[in-house]
């Protein structure tokens, strides 16, 4: 409802971004949870295989994945990308009279073909036919491309090759993709002879999958995972590697068998403190009603539009102690009647028994789901997230409710042991034993008012203390608690400007000294492009990293089995040392750990309105001091772009327009030798990814204007 509000209001008013104004129309790309990957594999290679053979075995790989059901995206992050690489010479065009924007045209005009329409087949001996014509011819290879007449000089026809050097392969690098392996490695796989070196760099690619709406996260990555393995030595050739480095399945899987353990745990607890507290037959009961309220809390869960996950399940635990209540009152009322009037039969204790606790419980039901409900109407980011636990537990305590006043009654009529006539029901030995217990515990209360006063005393003081406890700091308030999580994330932005190379460089030094650490496993380096997100990654659109001076830093630790201390614990401990890393070269880290719930941009925001863009840049940057003279905040950024050095090229206007050269022509020209140009694709008929035919100075070249300034324009008289 919303995006096709956004899209209503966007397409009201066509005409607020003029034709000719050189803005390109608003994209708008929903992003949800489900663009998360769950699952993400590295290719690497132990003999340093390059980046464009790995992509080509990471496309090959992407359809065979596209197969696992319940997938819905198979991307590679990384490679540098296939292309026709046309590397100007601006010595060689001025020497033949070419410019860039000829080489442009020719290119474009050349890769061309189109249906022209029908003729009648003259020539055929048979019945009359209509051919279809088809005119033009696209470019197929480097071969067709470097044999283009690009112009003539001296008579003579120039050929690209003439002027420019063609090569079919990789594309200038536009980002970088390593994986190193940690001193971890070894703990989490053991250790062989033919292992690299902790923090070795190998040049990598990473596939990401992500799965279908509704789909179980942990079939899919389980799938996949499967489907991975039987690749290998068939599309993965030996000696290339395919490492998982994040399978949200099985973390998912792990965190709710845990949590069924405990709900298991916390079943079979009241099960047996109902046996010892009143009998087997009586705690037969009462496991009876739990499960079938369990059942149907899930189902109705299923039915309400949940998913078995987590939160559903830690609402189920969070109130199973409330679920049985029920059960155990009715059950116990129904065992005192039967010990007070061992003549009475079961059928003429049981109503009146149920009858007496019915309306204290049906209150005592109401009033718990009376506080927990309003919990389902939290609004924000924290809505669907909290919302399971007021839901499930309302819904299981009704539930519970229910299965007590029917089924409840009914199993104890045909459980319980009625007493023989005459004979009272010995208590067992263990209920005499907590009687006796309780006896001499509140007896004493009983009779001395002093002692109930001191008792309240005691409760007040240990009250006081609690909350004490929290104001000394000695327990700190939280939302939700730190997660024990296998993963955290550096996030690095260098000084505008900064060349892709440096950015690459210092995230090596930060991955070698993480690579030291016992407890990583292996990292992942993503310079110029975005790392897989994370849910944090979705709320701050790290996705959307892909300039020169950004990069990041995936870490995997290894598994919490293997290692002493907390993520949480690590991250802090690692950020000093890091932290001395980027401030030598001038980089701002942050070090972003996954979240146990809902993702924010940052545990304290501030927004600054106001009328123009100069008076909010100058507030913002006094919020930003007054955050930093702050003890306690360990990092601040703000969505504040910084200028990058720039050099302006003024075009003489006197001078180009006697010439008669148009001042576009001039900065298509330069955008063309430094950005690069694509005026045309290849027609293999083989490639799964289009392939640009790419004009562009080379690397050496774009240091300095020197190269640019000496590029050929074509003025108005031909020369």
Not at 175 to 204: C, E, H, I, L, N
Not at 345 to 351: Q, S, W
Not at 465 to 484: C, I, Y
Not at 552 to 571: F, G, M, Y
Request: charged content about 20%; aromatic content about 6%.
């Amino acid at each position: 409802e919303a995006l096709v509000r956004l899209y209503d209001v966007l397409n009201a008013k066509p005409d607020w971004l003029p034709a000719g104004l050189g803005t390109l129309p608003p994209i708008v790309r929903p992003k949800g949870i489900d663009d998360v990957p769950v699952l993400a594999v590295t290719l690497w290679g132990r003999e340093g295989t390059s980046g464009v053979d790995l992509e080509r075995v990471a496309h090959a790989m992407e359809s065979e994945l596209k197969r696992v059901p319940g997938t819905r995206e198979v991307q590679t992050i990384g490679g540098p990308g296939r292309t026709v690489q046309v590397t100007l010479q601006p010595e060689r065009l001025r020497e033949r009279g070419v410019d860039v924007l000829r080489l442009k045209q020719t290119l474009a005009a050349a890769n061309q073909a189109m249906p022209a329409g029908n003729v009648i087949d003259a020539a055929g001996s048979g019945p009359t036919r209509s051919l279809a014509v088809e005119t033009g011819e696209f470019l197929r290879s480097a071969a067709d491309v470097e044999d283009l007449v690009v112009g003539v000089h001296q008579g003579k026809p120039v050929y690209l090759r003439e002027v420019a050097t063609v090569e079919a392969g990789a594309a200038q690098p536009a980002r970088y993709v390593w994986y190193s392996p940690g001193a971890g490695a070894a703990t989490a796989a053991g250790a062989q002879d033919t292992d690299p070196a902790p923090g070795t760099v190998f040049p990598s690619v990473t596939l990401t999958v992500t799965k279908k709406p509704g789909e179980n996260a942990v079939d899919v990555a389980r799938a996949a995972r499967q489907r991975v393995d039987e690749l290998r030595n068939t599309i993965i050739p030996a000696g290339t590697e395919a490492t998982i480095t994040r399978d949200y399945g099985a973390t998912a899987a792990e965190k709710a068998n845990k949590l069924i353990q405990k709900l298991g745990f916390a079943t079979a607890s009241v099960i047996l403190l109902v046996g010892l507290a009143l009998g087997k037959r009586e705690a037969v009961i009462v496991g009876a009603a739990v499960i079938l309220t369990l059942t149907a809390t899930l189902f109705a869960s299923w039915a309400w539009g949940f998913t078995l996950n987590r939160v559903s399940l830690f609402a189920l635990i969070f109130s199973i102690g409330i679920l049985v209540d029920d059960a155990i009152v009715v059950v116990e009322n129904i065992h005192r009647h039967q010990l007070l009037d061992p003549t009475r039969p079961l059928k003429d204790i049981i109503p009146v028994a149920v009858d007496e606790v019915g309306g204290p419980t049906i209150l005592a039901t109401l009033t718990v789901i009376a506080a927990l409900l309003p919990m389902a109407f939290v609004s924000g980011l924290m809505g669907p997230y909290m919302s399971p636990i007021p839901i499930n537990s309302s819904l299981g305590m009704a539930l519970s409710l229910a299965i007590a006043f029917t089924v409840t009654p009914w199993l104890a009529l045909k459980l319980m042991k009625p007493h023989a006539a005459g004979h009272a029901a010995a208590p067992s030995a263990t209920a005499g034993r907590l009687q006796r217990l309780f006896q001499r515990l509140l007896l004493p209360l009983l009779d001395s008012a002093r002692k109930r006063w001191l008792l309240l005393a005691g409760i007040l003081a240990a009250l006081l203390l609690s909350v004490g406890l929290a104001l000394v700091q000695w327990v700190v308030l939280k939302m939700l608690p730190f997660d024990n999580k296998s993963e955290f994330q550096l996030v690095v932005e260098m000084p505008a400007g900064t060349p892709l190379e440096n950015t690459a460089a210092t995230l090596q030094e930060l991955g070698a000294h993480l690579a030291k650490q016992p407890e990583v496993r292996d990292l992942q380096g993503y310079a110029g492009t975005a790392s897989p997100i994370t849910f944090n990654g979705l709320v701050r659109q790290y996705y959307l990293r892909a300039d020169a001076e950004q990069g990041d830093l995936q870490v995997n630790l290894v598994d919490k089995k293997h290692r002493h201390e907390q993520s949480h614990a690590i991250a802090q401990r690692l950020r000093p040392a890091l932290d001395a890393i980027a401030a030598k070269y001038g980089a701002r880290l942050k070090v972003v750990e996954v979240p146990p719930g809902p993702p924010v941009l940052a545990p304290l925001v501030a927004e600054i309105y106001g009328p123009d863009e100069a008076g909010r840049i100058q507030v913002a940057q006094k919020v930003m001091k007054a955050f930093g003279d702050t003890a306690h905040i360990v990092g601040i950024d703000s969505t504040l772009a910084a200028d990058a050095p720039r050099a302006w090229l003024r075009v003489n206007r006197q001078r180009a327009e006697t010439l008669g050269i148009p001042v576009a022509t001039i900065a298509q020209t330069v955008n063309a030798a430094l950005s690069g140009a694509e005026p045309a694709w290849l027609h293999d008929g083989q490639s799964k990814y289009p392939v640009p035919v790419r004009l562009q100075l080379p690397r050496e070249s774009q240091v300095g204007l020197d190269a640019l300034l000496a590029l050929p324009l074509r003025a108005a008289n031909g020369q």
